[in-house]
């Protein structure tokens, strides 16, 4: 049971434009949410998170938006750049020190 | 500088044999991770620890082994009963809010 999806395997986006990257969740539980940016053969490196009290939380160009009563969080990068080609995963998580559970991720290519 | 060490990077193993994952981390945190990444799939939970001498099965435990001993450290032993241990294989810590990971181990069954 994937409790964690990413429906959208990947995404293209011109640079300066905006990048959408959608993730969903099923368990209610859930009272964190987490946002990954990955390369290949790499580790994942954070980029932002929320609270399941907040709707909105911002960094630079990196904006995350949770939707409680649809279950649904987004992240959105404005402007986009090359260096943002990357894969994205969200994850979710209830507690301080409970596992995290990951998306299937949404790999980003950001066009000159 | 704080943070994980996963090694080797690159590891070879015959089928049959079993091979241990080193990860440590010197963040001072409470909590310890293993996930395994395959093509399209995402981060799959293997086994997690959220206290010395104290660990939990993920969702793809069936073949892994784990032990923490120290806070520092939580290897991670791919047994011969894995069918399929060919994968990137990824450790994290986290303390309170987001996990940091480790660079990687790709490991190869030949």
């Known amino acids: 049971d994937q409790q964690v999806k990413q429906n959208s395997p990947s995404l293209s986006v011109q640079e300066g434009r905006i990048s959408i990257l959608n993730c969903d969740y099923t368990n209610s539980m859930f009272d964190y949410f987490l946002w990954y940016k990955k390369y290949p053969a790499e580790g994942p490196t954070f980029l932002i998170s929320i609270s399941s009290i907040k709707d909105k939380n911002e960094d630079g160009r990196f904006t995350v938006f949770l939707n409680k009563s649809a279950k649904h969080l987004s992240l959105h990068i404005v402007p986009s750049q090359p260096g943002d080609s990357a894969v994205y995963f969200c994850?979710?998580?209830?507690?301080?020190?409970?596992?995290?559970?990951f998306g299937t991720g949404t790999r980003l290519q950001v066009t000159l | 500088d704080g943070g994980i060490t996963q090694s080797p990077k690159y590891l070879f193993r015959k089928e049959g044999q079993n091979v241990t994952l080193s990860c440590e981390q010197n963040l001072n945190h409470d909590a310890m991770y293993w996930y395994r990444q395959d093509p399209g799939q995402g981060l799959r939970l293997i086994y997690y620890?959220?206290?010395?001498?104290?660990?939990q099965k993920g969702d793809i435990a069936e073949g892994y082994s784990v032990s923490r001993e120290k806070k520092e450290s939580f290897p991670l032993t791919v047994t011969s009963a894995q069918k399929n241990p060919t994968a990137f294989y990824l450790c994290a810590s986290r303390a309170n809010t987001e996990a940091f990971f480790g660079q990687g181990t790709r490991l190869t069954v030949v």
């Open positions: 994850a979710a998580t209830f507690g301080t020190a409970s596992k995290l559970t």
């Open positions: 620890s959220q206290i010395v001498n104290d660990f």
